[in-house]
């Protein structure tokens, strides 16, 4: 018997509603106990998919008007009996409820205990119930679309049909090895190959979309940087549409980092806007440039500005040398006046470099939001598409890809058929340790202790 858990669903916040959601064998029953149908029918008779208006009773007095929802096991979230409360969203009276549900015999939900219930029923697999995390932190569309794309199972989907082409391949030369005396026809090389060969070419397809993939869901630590007065703060202000960072024509104006997630061209930038560079005797400044190189060692994406008004100097040139080997941009700014800035060893050293006037350039953004998405990779992504999520199963579709190699290998050089076995039997378990078929029951929790309380 599933104990029936609770927890409020709805965010612990004032809103129009608060939804207290109730899972478990006696979850209806439960309800039953908090809430008075209006029409003094019983809310335990109620079917599926029905909703009932009442209200909450709390310490043996009415305490809300309110609506039930009942569904019914395995038609529900969780597969087991759910019944939803939504009462009015202000904060005391969301928790009054569910402290009158906990009255009534439920427990409360950990972290995710809805959706490892969900799991757990066979309801989704483990890709579909990380997608559900992902969908409720997705900051930017092409997040969101992303994750919706594999709570719906495009991830599963293909890793699936790859798993059932290995099992009957594996089957296949276990039965010929096994029993040889039987009439079992033999797996031809070359059917095996071809087997072999689509199985890594599916894989190797998902990791090589593995980084914009993770780009796409999760964002990008992005760094602003440059010598005072080239222009940053103005270009922050620019990307993030809002007043963020102070502009003046003072050097050395922004002294310590200032921080904004922006949505450019589909996805999000965890953008700082840094010190200039510079040696400085201020001591605060100082600070501030230590912070600026420190930021711009860990960025995933610098955006190097510099002034087209002004040669280049020492400050530039260390700038350029700190973007090596670094997926970078540079902005050369300020292109509204007389060019003094020679940019032979810019355009050598940036993976793209982009000519604007930030400060009054009406397509400015469009040209930087261009060059951004193709030096990730994501300019023509399709989120649609079976993506990997995050380093778990990274990880898994990896060592899967390793022994799908191995066998493949061995059978162009005509191994045995239970050697190369081992290698395909090794490379199903990681698979299915990759939707959850397989999965530790450490692996499990540690996903779900990661998900909001209600979810």
């Known amino acids: 018997m599933a104990k029936a858990i609770a927890a409020i669903a709805s965010g612990n916040a004032p809103g129009g509603i608060g939804v207290i959601r109730i899972s478990g064998d006696n979850a209806i029953e439960i309800a039953s106990r908090v809430f008075e149908c209006a029409d003094k029918s019983a ?72 959706t490892k219930r969900a799991f757990l029923n066979g309801k989704m697999d483990l890709t579909q ?105 103005t270009l922050m202000n620019l990307l993030s549409g809002s007043e963020k960072s102070i502009v003046t024509q003072i050097e050395g104006t922004t002294r310590d980092i200032v921080e904004e997630n922006i949505r450019l061209g589909g996805i999000v930038l965890h953008l700082s806007d840094t010190a200039g560079i510079r040696d400085s005797s201020d001591i605060v400044e100082s600070i501030g440039i230590e912070r600026a190189i420190g930021k711009l060692k860990g960025a995933g994406l610098i955006l190097a500005v510099f002034d087209s008004s002004r040669p280049l100097s020492s400050e530039d040139e260390r700038l350029i040398s700190e973007c090596t080997g670094k997926k970078s941009i540079a902005i050369i700014n300020k292109t509204d006046l007389e060019n003094r800035l020679d940019c032979e060893i810019i355009n050598r050293s940036f993976n793209r470099v982009v000519y604007v006037s930030a400060e009054s350039e009406e397509n400015a953004l469009d040209k930087i939001t261009s060059a951004v998405c193709e030096v990730l990779g994501v300019a023509d992504f399709d989120s649609s598409a079976p993506l990997l999520a995050n380093e778990r199963q990274r990880l898994c579709c990896k060592q899967a890809y390793d022994y799908i190699c191995e066998a493949l290998s061995g059978a162009e050089e005509f191994l ?30 540690s996903i779900f202790e990661q998900f909001c309380v209600g979810k």
């Open 416 to 445: 045995t058929y239970d050697a190369i076995n081992v290698m395909i039997d090794s490379c199903i378990d990681c698979l299915l340790s990759l939707t959850g078929k397989k999965a530790t029951e450490e692996v499990v929790n």
């Open 129 to 233: 119930a990380e997608s559900v995390a992902a969908l409720i932190s997705a900051e930017g569309e092409e997040s969101a679309k992303a994750s919706f794309s594999a709570l719906q199972g495009a991830l599963s989907n293909k890793i699936n049909s790859v798993l059932q082409r290995l099992i009957d391949c594996s089957a296949l030369m276990a039965a010929w090895v096994d029993y040889p005396d039987e009439e079992i026809p033999e797996l031809e090389t070359e059917s095996l190959t071809e087997t072999l060969r689509n199985a890594k070419n599916s894989l190797n397809e998902l990791l090589e979309k593995y980084d914009a993939g993770k780009i796409i869901t999760g964002g990008i630590d992005t760094v602003i940087a440059g010598k005072p007065n080239v222009g940053k703060s």
């Open 43 to 114: 809310l335990t008779e109620l079917g599926g998919y029905r909703a009932k208006f009442g209200n909450i009773i709390a310490s043996g007095k009415k305490a809300d008007n309110a609506v039930a929802l009942v569904f019914r096991a395995p038609k529900s979230y969780t597969g087991e009996d759910v019944a939803e409360i939504s009462v009015h969203g202000g904060i005391f009276i969301v928790q009054k409820t569910l402290e009158a549900v906990l009255e009534a015999g439920a427990v409360p939900a950990g972290p995710g205990e809805f």
